[in-house]
C-alpha cells in the first residue's frame, strides 16, 4: 500500500475508532433471526443507532407492529425490544440502502449445509451482494454467521469488494467475531461468552475489541480471521463428538438394561472426566452442520471421526423408535393383545423452553414412528401447531416418549404401559 493508501487507511479506522467511543457509529444489523435480533437490540441498548435489515418482509411488519417473532422463553428479549425500539436507537427495513448510512455491518444470515452435507451459502451470498453496493467507504463488515474455514477471504471479501469498489484494508475493513449462542440464553450468552474476533488487518483490532466491549462483558480475544473461523467450527464439532460418545454409551446401556445417567454420574466423579449428556439426537441450526462446515475446509487428511459422530448422533432417533417399538412388542406379549397403539411425543423442538425446530429429533422420530404403522401425537408447549393441554394429547396413549425435557414435563405420571423419558437438562 502507498504512503497516501497507509494514511488513509489510518485515517478510517481512527474514525471507527471515534465513532465507536461517543456512540455516533450507525450499526447495521443483516437477518434478524435467533441471533441476529438480539445482537441489534443489544447494540442498541448500548447506544447505537442501529438498523436491522431481513429480507423475510414478514418478519420486518411483525418487528414493526411490536411483535418478537422468536418464540420460546427468552428471558429480556421481549422487554429489551420495547425499549429499543420506543427510544428510537433500534429500526427494521428489508431495503439494503438503507444501510448506505451505516459505519459497521453485522451479518447474521443462515449458513446451513445441504443434502450432501456441503455448504449452502446462498443467504450469505445474496446478503454479500445487496451490501457491496451501499457500503459507505470507511465501513466495517463483521460476519457473526459461521462459515468453513477460508470462507470470508474467499466468499466475502471478494463479492464486497466487486460490489463496492473499495480497496480491503484502505477504506472497507473485514471481521469475523462468531456468534456463541443458544436459544433460551441468547441475551446473556451474548453478554456472557467470551468472543474470538478475526481481523483482516491488525491495525483493527482496537476498533473490534472497542465495538464488542460495548456489550459483550467477557474475554475478547484477536487473531486473523481463518482462525476465528476455525475456532468456531472446531468448538461446535468437539460438542457434537462427546456427545456422540455419550449416545453409543447410552445404546450400550440399553441393551445391558442399565440407568445411562447413573454411568455418567459415576463417570464425571473422576477427575478430568467430562462425559456429555446423551439425548434422541443433536438439533439445531449448528451442531448438525457445523462438524460438515470445519470438514468442508481446505485439508488432505482423511477424516473419520467427524463423520463417524455425524452419523451416530443423525440416528438416534432411530434408535430410540427401536427401542420403543421393543418395549411395546414386550407389553403386547404380556398383555396377549394386538390392538392399535397410540404414542404420544413430548416435545418437538430441538432443546427445553424453546420454539426452535430446526433439525428437530423429534421430527425424524415421528417420521419413523409413523413408518411402523404407530398413530402420533404431539405436544409441545412452545410450537405452533402443538400447545394446549397435555393431557387432551396422552389421554389414551399406549406409550409416551419424552423427548425434549421442558421444564412442564418434569413432574408428569404418566398412566401408560410404556413410559421413556430420553433427555435432561442436567
Known sequence: MTASGVE???????????AIADRSAVIGVVGLGYVGLPVAATFAKAGFHVIGIDRDT?????????INPIGGAEPGLDELLDETIASGHLVFSSDFTALSRANIITINVDTPVNSDSEPNYESLIAACDALGPVLASGSLVVVESTVSPGTTQALVVPRLLEGSRLTLNRDLFVGVCPERVMPGLLLSN???????????????????????????????????ILTAELVKVTENTYRDVQIAFANEVSMICDDLG????KVRDLVNKV?????????????GHCLPKDPWLLAAAPHHSQLRLIPAARSVNDAMPIHIANQLVKRLEEWRARE?????????????????????????????????LRSLGLHVKIHDPFVEGYKGPIASVIDGCQAVVVMVPHIEYDD???????????????
Open 190 to 224: 451474548l453478554r456472557l461468552v467470551p468472543r474470538t474476533c478475526g481481523i483482516s488487518t491488525p491495525d483493527l483490532a482496537q476498533v473490534m475489541v472497542g465495538l464488542y466491549s460495548t456489550v459483550v462483558e467477557a474475554e475478547l480475544d484477536v487473531t486473523d
Open 8 to 18: 488513509s487507511s489510518m485515517q478510517a479506522i481512527e474514525a471507527l475508532e471515534k
Open 336 to 368: 396377549m393383545t394386538d390392538a392399535p397403539v397410540t404414542v404420544a411425543v413430548l416435545g418437538y423442538s430441538y432443546l427445553p423452553e424453546s420454539d426452535d425446530v430446526r433439525n428437530s429429533p423429534s421430527q425424524l422420530l415421528v417420521e419413523e
Open 58 to 66: 414478514r418478519r420486518i411488519g411483525l418487528l414493526d407492529a411490536g
Open 271 to 283: 477427575p478430568f472426566r467430562n462425559m456429555h449428556r446423551p439425548g434422541g439426537g443433536v438439533g
Open 412 to 426: 408428569l405420571k404418566f398412566d401408560c404401559p410404556v413410559v421413556m423419558r430420553v433427555g435432561k437438562r442436567q
Open 258 to 261: 442399565l440407568d445411562v445417567w
